[in-house]
């Protein structure tokens, strides 16, 4: 089967299952996806244990063949960002634009440190020869939290605006310093040469400042196309040239595709909308680019949950996973919290900020492709076949997966009691205002 038939039928599974999900689930739909290809997985594995039909290996085949890898960081994530982009309000960015810096870059970094040190502790504890700089690798990879996962599962839940600003634009724009840190340790890991200083630095501005440049320069370009012509029609198509040629062209310059995805989706959803849409395409721009950001979030979440088919679990794995997921969140935990320690000198926040901050902060398949470009055959226990690669993509797979599920279906309530502090408050602020106003009257 060819990969195209794969990705048509991995679609329309995806489709069902959110169509099933619609009318008997409600839950969230990439949650549900997420959890119905995890038990159409289990229901493959346990079936051919059984002895009842054999698909296993089918399956694993025609996933091995998609390169989720490939698919997510070279395909898709173009679409997925720049969809994102387009949903961001620049003036509540511009209001948060300090948090959503230090969150980015400090939270990510103490992240990093953090996951690598334990983890490392903890390894040397249990008797699995962990080396630290892997250790390091993986508190790299899982810290930036993904903005596929967090747009597509919190966006939609009406945070109260500065708690949904910080976690949408911290997820937008740290995946440019967690990529300088991840390359910056792989290539101690597994390249040739040491890095150095002037090296880390010049990886980050060509890719990181570099990507934002290109998608200033991108987004201004189309702004103006857009602006020239008032076909309906073609105003839309011209969107979609900047996630499919954009995107490509940003790996063929070797600046980061990712930020200048996010940084076009701002300028054409906020400058463009205002002064380049005509009134028909500016009704239809977030239509279009909503189905198409849940149809390929619906083969991306199938493909997450399907990956358990591409892994061997070991005793060594299972207690990894198992502790991986506690250790993520309390970094994670910390490492916001060590920044509103900052914030807090400056404005007054809600009070469940950290919290959801911390819960919402969701990983997803952009860790897991990360994971996946580990190189295999390094082995830290020979004699039962297991490598570096295979222990850090069952601990991503436990953390994803843990992410999506369970911290993805369950952060409603948190985000409803912040709401109801904010409702409490503004009633306050206008209780008080009347009796000023009141008293002012009667002098």
């Known amino acids: ?248 062209f940003a790996d063929v310059i070797h600046v980061s595709g990712p930020l200048a995805m996010v940084v076009a989706g701002i300028m054409i959803g906020n400058w463009t909308r205002q002064k380049g849409f005509s009134p028909e395409s500016e009704y239809h721009l977030d239509h279009f680019w909503e189905l198409v950001d849940e149809f390929l979030n619906g083969i991306l979440f199938l493909l997450i949950g399907m990956a358990m088919l591409l892994f061997s679990f070991h005793k060594e794995d299972w207690i990894l996973m198992v502790f991986a997921i506690p250790l993520v969140l309390v970094a994670r935990y910390l490492s916001v919290k060590f920044c509103y320690l900052f914030f807090n000198r400056f404005r007054r926040y809600n009070p469940l900020s950290v919290t959801i901050l911390t819960w919402g902060g969701l990983r997803g398949g952009l860790a897991l492709a990360m994971a996946l470009a580990i190189p295999a055959g390094i082995f830290i226990i020979p004699e039962k076949n297991i490598d570096v690669r295979e222990i850090i993509l069952v601990m991503t797979y436990s953390v994803v997966v843990f992410s999506i599920l369970v911290q993805g279906s369950s952060i409603t309530g948190l985000i409803h009691k912040a709401k109801k502090w904010e409702t409490e408050q503004l009633e306050k602020k206008t209780a008080a205002d009347v009796v000023t106003a009141k008293t002012d009257l009667d002098k």
């Open 1 to 248: 089967m060819s990969v195209y038939s794969t990705l048509c039928f991995l679609a329309a599974i995806a489709i069902f299952i959110a169509f099933i999900n619609s009318k008997i689930g409600k839950m969230q739909t990439t949650v549900a996806i997420t959890a119905g290809s995890i038990i159409l997985s289990l229901g493959i594995v346990i079936a051919g244990q059984s002895g009842w039909f054999h698909l296993e290996t089918i399956a694993t085949e025609q996933l091995n063949n998609i390169n989720f890898e490939s698919f997510l960081l070279k395909g898709i994530l173009g679409f997925l960002l720049f969809a994102g982009g387009l949903g961001i309000k620049l003036a509540h960015m511009k209001d948060q634009k300090w948090e959503i810096t230090v969150l980015a870059l400090v939270a990510t970094l103490f992240s990093t440190a953090f996951i690598g040190g334990v983890l490392w502790g903890f390894c040397q504890l249990v008797g699995i020869p962990l080396d630290f700089i892997y250790c390091l690798l993986f508190g790299s990879l899982i810290s930036p939290t993904d903005p596929i996962a967090v747009l597509a599962i919190v966006k939609n839940l009406d945070a109260p605006q500065r708690i949904a600003t910080q976690i949408e634009g911290e997820s937008l724009f740290n995946d440019g310093f967690g990529l300088v840190i991840f390359m910056t340790l792989f290539s101690v890991a597994f390249g040739s040469e040491a890095p150095t200083v002037s090296g880390v630095a010049q990886l980050f501005v060509h890719e990181a400042i570099g990507g934002i440049i290109y998608g200033l320069v991108l987004g201004l370009v189309f702004h103006y196309l857009i602006s020239s012509t008032n076909d309906h029609s073609m105003e839309l198509l011209l969107t979609i040239a900047i996630p499919t040629a954009g995107y490509v």
